[in-house]
Structures are given as structure tokens and as C-alpha cells.
């Protein structure tokens, strides 16, 4: 046995634990053992000298889940025979786990996709292919650059990445941000042999029709998924019926600082709940499907005009018929998660409520298309979005193309499968077990066999209840029962006290307490029947499961592209649901850099605030003028919220979505770059002032005049006049050089001094009212700058003790007309004015004005 062992460990990827079936358990032996046996907590035996340690059959689930969870890959090596003494049993490795390609419900969540990715440099160019095996996803795109590259892996969140063992480099790179990667063999990325891998899977002779022509990076990733799942982890991949390629640049590009800033998809403080996310308030969706692909809208926001627009129309539609929306939301409900339905069943590891579950999402689908028929052909319900007042975006002068909409073409790809209804309708039970080995699945009238087999057990076990009564009679024992268990099968009880009525032809099997157990040859042959025939019928069962889950996988690319349709009318209505629900928008989109919002809310805020009103705020920026507007305000008033606010309206906005305002025109960015709070990164082990720098460094490098910035309190983290000056410095730069619209807080009144030299900058302030010594934000944004901060007073807010309040009132009053020597003597000279003459003397910046003002 130990030859088996070695010679099928040998067989395996180095890096996967070999789970090897003896028995009841799973076994790992010699290194795999010592592993396994720390990462699970197991006790390490010896065998013959070799360390050793097992996992229970049936519990091994959980224990693999957390092998995988631990970055291992994980061989299951099964019995392929039942055990015979004496004889070494057939042994196979079934299959390969890995974190990037399980199904282990444990590990998944159902509103996240579980990528694999494999990444090849080519040329310059780097290939990207990503799957999702649960789902039977399959993508690749290019990318040029390295910065280009990581958002796109931090938008995917590969659960695991591979790469040519030779791409050391790029490697290193990664492996801070990404925890599983694997080197794998390099000749298997060459294009030459990913061409042939990726032809060979589809049966296509060229890759043209997938838009791979030229795209030898993405071949070559392509080709390394497939060759890693089929012949590294020996998988499945039938599933895989389409690839499809996509163009980054088709997409607004969002990095992870800006997904992290903005708290797209998870909040910035893990204890505040998802629900304060941009996701947990636009999530209306009623499908798992649903729920990850709203996830890739969001974080893959629309860079073309048109496309927004087929979304907008869609949501519009919807909007404008709340009955048929609601309509259409509860019988979506019932479609639940289509594509992981399908992914099990096409993986193996489905089973009878699968196809169950597939059916009642097929019979839904009448009804969803003529609800659709239903919101495409009838007058609205409610008066569409007002008309806007904010000046239109100049119509491309190309013709109309009477493209159908969104909402038409998805309806076009949902295609009823009365077929697969009908099949499972009449073959499967209604609710079937789980297992598919204890039968229970396939209804009466299906197979003529199964019913003959079941006729017989059925007979079988009448003739035994009968056969109580007649021996009772028979022997004039009334006491006399016939009854079953798992040691001898059936057998006849009767008590002490009658053992003398027994006949002879009885065969005494066991003396228990109060009596005896008997079996006669008629009754054993009975049982030999029905033992036979119910063992017959499960295997039988199974047979015929397989053959209904074949017939219906022959369906299998209509079946995805009908799952891939529901999930994006899913997320379409549930982005109506939500316009509906928080009184959204209509932006109009285009392309000339305008960015006008009357009455923006901030998304999460406006919805998880309790006590208070959530002010509503105005936004007004472009190239041509007003380039820059520059927030100044006390603490608490509102800057970061509002800056926040005006990046997740527009990023809303390039998802197709309407928006919290009443009207807006939101022209397309290229980028939102976001540059925001001091406190926020100290888990990421820099000095934040190195972390703030940096990130300014890479806005000040790669924004664009298309793109938009968000800036908040650039300088607080290093002393005051540092800071002011780089703050200073960069608004120039900002100005003079880049160009890109910016939203920039800041609590260093002195910049509003730049209003007078930079004539595309603005100032404004969060109004706030002093009254009787104290203050009231207002919330309310409004032109001009401020010079007073309200520091004493947000302290006093705070609860600081009275005294020190007093105290710095006392201290401010002095700073205010003169200034303390370090002995806290006063000395005369005004600092805060003198400061403020000498930043007005400061010669202008030498740097040439791109805009020529
Ligand atoms: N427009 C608004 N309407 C109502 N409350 C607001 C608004 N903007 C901000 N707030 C409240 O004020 C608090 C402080 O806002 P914040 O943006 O952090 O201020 P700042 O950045 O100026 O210090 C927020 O937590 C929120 O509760
Ligand atoms: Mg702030």
C-alpha cells in the first residue's frame, strides 16, 4: 500500500496534500502529515515508522475547507473498489482543490465571485485570464502597465493567482498584495501552446470569434487556466463554454485606494457592517446573481456615453412602472442562484435540488418575459424623470442608431426551456434528499424498471406485514411480531411464555431477556428479494439522475446565457428599486467635463442617519472655470462628507445608476482619484505621512485634465507649516500643470488666499452659526472662504473640562492680536496677519500656466 501511496503522491503538483482514503478516514502521511497535522490541530500517529495523521470521512468537509483556507491545495485520493480482505483496493486521486477552484459552500460567499487568475507577460503586455468555476465565468483582457495591472486584480480579488515560475519579478511585486500564488510551468503561458490549449478546449480552429485576434498575452493566460484546471488539478471544465474578451480602457479605472476611500464595497472600519457601504445601500438586488454582478458594476463603472445611457433607459423604464417592478422582483425571487446551480451540476457536484432549483428558475421565465413585454410596450405609470434645467450635453452629430434597448435584448436572451422543465418536472421528486446514494429522487411512472423494482420491495415488505398475522394464527401466539434490523435482517419475536406454541420448521437465531428470535427459509427469501430490489432501485436511482442531469446539461451555453441575462436584469431593477426607494435621479452624461449636481446627498449618510437631516449641497465644477473648489471649515462641519459625496455621485453615475440629487449633469471622467484621511491607513504599517505623500504623488503623476480629485486635508500630517506649503504648492500644481477637477478640504484658511491667483479656483466654506458663544453647522456648502475655525467651540462640543476651555479662549485671544514666546509672555507682532502678508508677497508660482489665464 505504501507503493500506492508514493507512487500517486509522485503523480501530484508538489505543493498539494495528498488525503489518501483508508477506511473511514483520510490519512496523510510523512510531510503532508506533519502538516496537516499542524494546520488542522491533529494528533501525528506512526505507521511502520512513518508519521501519520487522519480526518474522519465524513467530517473531512470542514477540514478541507480549512486546508484550502490555508492557502493549500488539497488531492483527494478516493477507493475505487469496495475492500476486499487481503487484497490491495483500487485507489484514485479524484480530484485537485485549490482556493481558486473549490466548492466548498463554506468558503464561498454567495455574493462574491471566487476567481482564479492566471497573468502572463508577453511583449510588454500584460495578459489577464480570470475564471470563476462556481459560476463557469471565463474572461481575459490585456493590460498595459503595472499600476493598470493591480487595479484590475485588486477589482477582481483573485481567491488565488498563477504565474510562469520564470516571472520572478512580477512575483514579488504581487505577493504583498495578494495572498496565493503560484509559479507554474512557464512553457504552458507561451502563446504557441496556450493557442493550441484554448482551440483544443472550445473546438474552434481559430480564436478570432472570441476577440482574441492578436492578443497573445491574454491567449497565453487563457491557455494556462485551462491547462492548470485539467491537467494540474485534473478538473472538470466543460463548463467553460465561452470566453470572452474585455478592454479595460472600456472602463473607468478605480483603484484600490479609491475603492477603499470611498467604501464601495467594504467599509473602511470593519466593525461598521457592510450596510454602510455604496453597495449596501444600491443593493436591492433579489438574486445571489444579482448581488455579484451589481458588484462588478460598481467596480467596474462605464466609460462610454452611450452605454450609460442603455442602462439609464433601462432604469428609467423601470422606474416609470412601480407596479410591474414590484411584479417582476418576486418572481425573479424564485430564481435564486442560477449560474452556481449550474456549475455544480456541470462539476459533479450536484445533485437532485439542483436540478430542482434549476427547474423553478426555468418557470419563472414566462412569467419575467411577459412582465418585460409588459414594462417595454405599455404607457408609464408615473411621469418620467423631470425634464433638467441644467444645459444639455452637445449631441454627438452621428445619426441615431435605432439600436434596441437593454431591457429588449435581455428579454430576447432569456429563453424558456419548456423541455428541461417538463423533464425534471415528470423525473425528480419535489424535494429530494441531498444524497444522491439513498434514492428518494426520481418519481413513480418515470422508469418502467424503477417501478418494477419498486413494485417489488413494495410487495415484499406487504407480504412480511402479512405475514405477521397469518403465523399468529398459524401458531396461536397473538403475541407474535415479525420485525427488522441491520444484523440479520428480518427475523420472528415471541416471547418466553409461548415458546412452546413455536413450530419446528423455525430456525432459532438469538435468545434475548424475554424471549427468542427466529427466521424460517421462506422469510429469508423474501428479504433476499427485497434487499436485492431496493439496492437495484437506489443504483438505478442514480443512473437515472445522471441521465436527467446529462439531457439537461446538453442545454448548458443557452442555460448561462439565460442565468447571465437574469443577473443583469436583476441588478437593472434593483438599481430602479433603489432610485425609486431614495428618490434618485436621472443624470444626463457627456462628454465636455461638466460636473453640475443641485441638491446632492451623500449616498450611505443620507440613509443611516438617525437623528439628524441630511443637508443636501450643490455642486459646480469644470475645465474652463471652475476647476478647483477649494472647502474650507471648521472641524465637523461636513468637508470630508461633502468632498466623499460629489466622487460617489459621479462614480454612481458611470454605473449607469441614477443618483441622490435632484438634478445633475455628470460628464464622463476618466478617473476618480481620491486622497483622503490622515488616520485611516495605520494598519498598513507606514507613517501616514509617507502613505498621504505617496498617494499624492501617484494623483500629481497620473491625473488627466478628464480626470476628477478628491483631496482631504492634504499636509495634516506633518507640522503646520509644512504642510500649508506642500498644500499650497500641490493647488498650484493642481491648477497650472494637471488641470483635473478637484475637490480639495482643507482647514488651512491661508489657501483661500490662492483664489486671487489661481482664476480656476474657488472658494468655499461650510456655512456654520454662532450663536450665544456657540456653533451650528449648517452643513450647507457656500461661496467663499473663512478664516475661523471653531476649534474651542467643536472642543467644547466634545465635553472638554470648562476650565481649559477658558483657558484657550484666554490663549486664542492673545494669538489673535499678538503672539507668546515659548515662556507664554506676550509678544507684540501680529503672527496671523504677518503670516498672511508674507504668503500674499509670495512671488507667483514660476511654473508656466498650461490654461493660459
Ligand atoms: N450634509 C450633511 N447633512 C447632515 N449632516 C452632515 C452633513 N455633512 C456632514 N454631516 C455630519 O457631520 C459630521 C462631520 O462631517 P465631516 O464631513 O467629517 O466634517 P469635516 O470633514 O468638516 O470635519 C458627519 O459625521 C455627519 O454626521
Ligand atoms: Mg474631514
Redesign the pocket.
Known amino acids: 500500500m505504501m507503493a500506492q501511496y508514493r507512487r500517486i503522491k509522485s503523480g501530484l503538483p508538489r505543493d498539494a496534500l495528498l488525503l489518501f482514503r483508508l477506511g473511514d478516514f483520510y490519512e496523510m502521511f510523512f510531510e503532508d502529515a506533519q502538516i496537516g497535522a499542524q494546520l488542522l490541530n491533529l494528533a501525528l500517529t506512526k505507521r511502520g515508522g512513518a508519521p501519520m495523521c487522519g480526518i474522519p470521512y465524513h467530517a473531512a468537509g470542514a477540514y478541507i475547507a480549512r486546508l484550502l483556507k490555508a492557502g493549500r491545495k488539497v488531492a483527494i485520493c478516493d477507493q475505487m473498489e469496495d475492500a476486499r480482505p487481503g487484497q490491495l483496493v483500487k485507489r484514485e486521486v479524484t480530484q485537485i482543490l485549490s482556493p481558486g477552484a473549490h466548492f466548498d459552500e463554506r468558503m464561498l460567499h454567495a455574493e462574491q465571485n471566487n476567481y482564479l487568475v492566471a497573468l502572463h507577460q508577453y511583449q510588454g503586455v500584460y495578459g489577464l485570464a480570470a475564471t470563476d468555476l462556481t459560476t463557469g465565468f471565463f474572461q481575459c483582457a490585456e493590460v498595459r502597465g503595472e499600476p493598470g495591472l493591480i487595479s484590475e486584480l485588486e477589482r477582481l480579488r483573485p481567491a488565488e493567482i498563477i504565474l510562469p515560475l520564470g516571472a520572478e519579478t512580477l512575483h514579488q511585486k504581487l505577493k504583498d498584495r495578494f495572498r496565493y500564488i503560484t509559479g507554474y510551468e512557464d512553457w504552458v503561458f507561451l502563446p504557441e501552446t496556450a493557442v493550441f490549449t484554448v482551440r483544443e478546449h472550445f473546438h474552434v480552429a481559430t480564436l478570432d470569434g472570441f476577440g482574441l485576434k492578436n492578443r497573445l498575452a491574454a491567449i497565453g493566460a487563457a491557455g494556462a487556466v485551462l491547462h492548470y484546471l485539467t491537467q494540474s488539478l485534473r478538473r472538470d471544465v466543460g463548463h467553460l463554454t465561452a470566453l470572452s474578451y474585455y478592454e479595460p480602457s472600456d472602463y473607468m479605472a478605480l483603484d484600490e485606494a479609491t475603492l477603499r476611500h470611498l467604501e464601495i464595497i467594504e467599509p473602511a472600519n470593519r466593525d461598521t457592517g457592510k450596510a454602510a457601504t455604496l453597495y449596501g445601500v444600491i443593493n436591492q438586488t433579489v438574486t445571489p446573481m444579482g448581488a455579484r454582478r451589481l458588484r462588478d458594476w460598481l467596480t467596474q463603472p462605464l466609460a462610454d456615453v452611450e452605454a450609460i445611457k442603455r442602462r439609464q433607459d433601462a432604469i428609467q423604464t423601470w422606474v416609470e412602472h412601480p407596479d410591474l417592478l414590484d411584479r417582476f422582483r418576486t418572481a425573479l425571487h424564485e430564481v435564486r442562484d442560477l449560474e452556481r446551480t449550474l456549475g455544480r451540476l456541470c462539476a459533479g457536484s450536484g445533485n437532485a435540488r439542483d436540478l430542482v432549483a434549476l427547474k423553478i428558475g426555468l418557470e419563472q421565465l414566462p412569467a419575467l418575459s411577459k412582465l418585460l413585454g409588459d414594462v417595454l410596450s405599455l404607457p408609464p405609470e408615473t411621469v418620467g424623470a423631470k425634464l433638467c434645467e441644467l444645459p444639455l450635453p452637445q449631441e454627438a452629430s452621428a445619426p441615431e442608431t435605432a439600436q434596441p434597448g437593454l431591457l429588449a435584448c435581455l428579454k430576447d436572451s432569456l429563453r424558456e426551456q419548456p423541455a428541461i422543465v417538463e423533464l425534471i418536472q415528470r423525473a425528480i421528486v419535489d424535494e429530494p434528499p441531498s444524497s444522491l446514494h439513498e434514492g428518494g429522487i426520481i418519481k413513480d411512472g418515470f422508469d418502467s424498471g424503477l417501478d418494477e423494482l419498486r413494485r417489488a420491495t413494495r410487495e415484499g415488505k406487504e407480504w412480511i406485514a402479512r405475514l405477521q398475522q397469518a403465523e399468529i394464527e398459524r401458531t396461536g401466539i397473538a403475541s407474535l411480531k415479525v420485525r427488522f434490523n441491520s444484523v440479520f435482517g428480518y427475523y420472528i419475536e415471541v416471547t418466553k411464555s409461548n415458546l412452546s406454541k413455536v413450530p419446528p420448521h423455525y430456525i432459532r437465531k438469538q435468545t434475548i431477556a424475554n424471549g427468542e428470535r427466529f427466521i424460517t427459509p421462506e422469510l429469508k427469501e423474501m428479504e433476499g428479494k427485497i434487499l436485492g430490489a431496493e439496492e437495484r432501485s437506489v443504483k438505478l436511482e442514480y443512473e437515472l439522475f445522471q441521465k436527467v442531469r446529462e439531457e439537461v446539461l446538453q442545454h448548458l451555453r443557452v442555460l448561462q446565457e439565460t442565468a447571465g441575462a437574469l443577473a443583469q436584469l436583476d441588478v437593472l431593477s434593483s438599481l430602479a428599486e433603489a432610485a425609486r426607494r431614495h428618490n434618485y435621479c436621472r443624470p444626463v452624461v457627456g462628454a465636455e467635463g461638466v460636473l453640475w449636481i443641485r441638491d446632492g446627498r451623500h449616498p450611505v ?1 443620507e440613509q443611516t ?1 438617525v437623528e ?1 437631516r ?2 443636501p ?1 450643490d455642486t459646480r465644477l469644470d475645465n474652463q472655470n471652475e476647476q478647483i473648489a477649494l472647502i474650507t ?1 471648521p ?8 468632498i466623499r459625496q460629489v466622487a460617489l455621485l459621479v462614480l454612481l453615475a458611470h454605473t449607469g445608476s441614477f443618483i441622490p440629487a435632484t438634478e445633475a449633469r455628470i460628464d464622463l471622467v476618466d478617473r476618480i482619484f481620491t486622497r483622503i484621511g490622515a488616520s485611516d491607513d495605520l494598519t498598513r504599517g507606514q507613517s501616514t505621512f509617507m502613505v498621504e505623500m505617496s498617494e499624492t504623488a501617484n494623483i500629481l503623476n497620473n491625473a488627466t485634465p478628464r480626470s476628477l480629485i478628491i483631496l482631504d486635508e492634504i499636509g495634516r500630517g506633518t507640522s503646520t507649516f509644512d504642510g500649508l506649503s506642500l498644500a499650497w504648492s500641490i493647488v498650484e500644481y493642481l491648477h497650472n500643470v494637471v488641470g483635473a477637477k478637484t475637490l480639495f ?1 482643507t482647514h488651512y484658511h491661508e489657501l483661500t488666499e490662492l483664489a486671487a491667483r489661481l482664476p480656476r479656483l474657488r472658494n468655499y466654506n ?1 456655512a456654520v452659526r454662532e450663536w450665544n458663544d456657540q456653533v451650528v453647522f449648517l ?1 450647507k456648502i457656500v461661496e467663499g472662504g473663512t478664516d475661523k475655525s471653531y476649534g474651542i467651540q467643536v472642543a467644547r462640543l466634545a465635553g472638554v473640562p470648562r476650565p481649559v476651555i477658558e483657558r484657550a479662549r484666554e490663549i486664542l485671544r492673545n494669538l489673535e492680536e499678538s503672539e507668546l514666546t515659548p515662556e507664554g509672555n506676550v509678544r507684540q507682532a501680529t503672527r496671523h496677519r504677518a503670516e498672511r502678508d508674507r504668503l500674499k508677497q509670495l512671488p507667483p508660482n514660476p511654473q508656466m500656466d498650461l490654461f493660459g489665464f
Do not use: D, I, P, W
Open positions: 449618510l442617519m439628524e441630511f443637508v449641497n471649515g472641524n465637523m462641519a461636513g468637508k470630508s462628507t461633502y478640504a461650510v452643513r
